[in-house]
């Protein structure tokens, strides 16, 4: 695999959350709604962390994908 694909997974978490805040913005929603909304934002950030996290850490991948995810990854924070 190349550090594409993985740097793609984690392209699409933040359009994900982006689309779901311009959903949110766009309609009227309940308190219990919104909060709903922000708990789920949260969940696929955290998730987010986590694969980026783990990425760069995956043993069975080349050493220079490893290296590139943990660059990328870096500057990312």
Request: net charge negative.
């Amino acid at each position: 695999m190349e550090s594409e694909d993985f740097l793609r997974v984690i392209t699409e978490f933040e359009f994900i959350c982006e689309d779901i805040g311009e959903i949110k913005e766009q309609i009227d929603l309940t308190k219990s709604e919104v909060q709903k909304i922000s708990q789920a934002i949260n969940s696929i950030e955290n998730a987010r962390n986590i694969l980026a996290d783990l990425f760069p850490k995956i043993e069975s991948l080349d050493n220079d994908v490893r290296e590139d995810l943990a660059a990328e990854f870096a500057e990312a924070d």
